[in-house]
């Protein structure tokens, strides 16, 4: 039997992009890890990050299940859940200003405010920074892994002088886990090459997202991103917030700071022993038929 088409809307929030099936309006696939495979492909499909299912939550105004584009299913997703809460509030499954929204990390609380027909900013509250090693997960002693020796680093090379790079780790999960690395120059790191090196080493047992940071000013960096399960993209919510918390613990930045990404700036704030708040935009970019033979 050929599945029947199945309605989406195409969002971003700052580049990082994913095709998105209200739950409200149509029943969610079946096989969400094929789907997201088959969708995502940029180029025999519609193309994204990966796909994110938005569907109704006993305790949230809507919940939030984020596929990854190799069909993983991920926990979190700080520009996914803002363009979740711009899509209940655009489609009036909720009203504007304070939303709830399920994920993996839990309920979320966030605050939308319409900027247009089809974009909206969106606060996030994304929640207290996990440090523990154990529960990142990354296989490290201690309490804290900040500004730690890397064992999943290869042999240095000659980027690294390039870029700067510094070879120690700092580990945070914002319900999904993060590395950050800092250097002086993020545009020389061959991310393609480094991120998936790290990602799949053995010392991270889930995977793990890589962030390389360059510090332009205490309230100022520059980041990009590999991120588990996709490669590279225009920006990472989650891992922007790992990367203000990694700043604080290690003295790099102030507790108030704007990330610059490849796909725009985005607002982040922590007081060590406090959430994490993240402040950007999303937008969405078209809507579709997804329809396979």
Same mark, same amino acid.
Not at 26 to 53: E, Y
Not at 193 to 214: K, L, Q, S, Y
């Given at each position: 039997?050929?599945?029947?088409?199945?309605?989406?809307?195409?969002?971003?929030?700052?580049?990082?992009?994913y095709?998105?099936?209200?739950?409200?309006?149509?029943s969610v696939?079946?096989?969400?890890?094929?789907?997201?495979?088959?969708?995502?492909?940029?180029?025999?499909?519609?193309?994204?990050?990966?796909?994110?299912?938005?569907?109704?939550?006993?305790?949230?105004?809507?919940?939030?299940r984020?596929?990854?584009?190799?069909?993983?299913e991920?926990?979190?997703?700080?520009?996914?859940?803002?363009?979740?809460?711009?899509?209940?509030?655009?489609?009036?499954?909720?009203?504007?200003?304070?939303?709830?929204?399920?994920? *993996?990390? /839990?309920?979320?609380?966030?605050? =939308?405010?319409?900027?247009?027909? &089809?974009?909206?900013?969106? @606060?996030?509250?994304? #929640?207290?920074?996990?440090?523990?090693?154990?529960?990142?997960?990354?296989?490290?002693?201690?309490?804290?892994?900040?500004?730690?020796?890397?064992?999943a680093?290869?042999?240095?090379?000659?980027?690294?002088?390039?870029?700067?790079?510094?070879?120690?780790?700092?580990?945070?999960?914002?319900?999904?886990?993060?590395?950050?690395f800092?250097?002086?120059?993020?545009?020389?790191?061959?991310?393609e090459?480094?991120?998936?090196?790290?990602?799949?080493?053995?010392?991270?047992?889930?995977?793990?997202?890589?962030?390389?940071?360059?510090?332009?000013?205490?309230?100022?960096?520059?980041?990009?991103?590999?991120?588990?399960?996709?490669?590279?993209?225009?920006a990472? *919510?989650? /891992?922007?917030?790992?990367?203000? =918390?990694?700043?604080?613990?290690? &003295?790099?930045?102030?507790? @108030?700071?704007?990330? #610059?990404?490849?796909?725009?700036?985005?607002?982040?704030?922590?007081?060590?022993?406090?959430?994490?708040?993240?402040?950007?935009?999303?937008?969405?970019?078209?809507?579709?038929?997804?329809?396979?033979?």
């Amino acid at each position: 039997m050929t599945p029947a088409p199945l309605p989406f809307v195409k969002m971003h929030g700052l580049g990082n992009d994913y095709v998105y099936i209200d739950g409200f309006a149509v029943s969610v696939p079946a096989d969400p890890p094929t789907l997201a495979r088959r969708i995502s492909d940029r180029h025999r499909g519609v193309g994204g990050d990966g796909l994110i299912l938005v569907e109704r939550s006993a305790v949230a105004a809507a919940r939030m299940r984020m596929f990854n584009a190799d069909g993983s299913e991920s926990e979190m997703c700080g520009n996914g859940v803002r363009c979740v809460a711009h899509l209940v509030v655009s489609r009036g499954h909720a009203p504007a200003g304070p939303v709830r929204i399920e994920t *993996g990390r /839990g309920v979320l609380d966030l605050v =939308v405010d319409p900027t247009g027909r &089809r974009s909206s900013r969106v @606060r996030v509250d994304m #929640g207290e920074p996990i440090l523990g090693p154990a529960r990142i997960p990354v296989d490290h002693p201690g309490e804290r892994v900040v500004d730690a020796p890397c064992s999943a680093l290869p042999s240095p090379e000659p980027w690294w002088e390039i870029a700067g790079l510094d070879p120690r780790m700092t580990c945070v999960s914002m319900g999904n886990p993060h590395v950050v690395f800092w250097c002086r120059d993020v545009a020389a790191v061959p991310l393609e090459v480094f991120g998936a090196r790290i990602e799949t080493d053995p010392i991270f047992p889930a995977r793990v997202n890589v962030h390389v940071v360059e510090v332009l000013a205490p309230d100022r960096v520059r980041m990009r991103t590999w991120e588990r399960g996709s490669g590279i993209t225009q920006a990472c *919510g989650t /891992g922007a917030s790992a990367v203000c =918390v990694a700043g604080v613990l290690g &003295r790099r930045t102030g507790e @108030r700071i704007r990330a #610059g990404l490849p796909g725009g700036d985005l607002d982040l704030e922590w007081t060590p022993g406090g959430h994490v708040f993240m402040t950007g935009p999303a937008e969405e970019v078209f809507e579709g038929v997804w329809s396979e033979a």
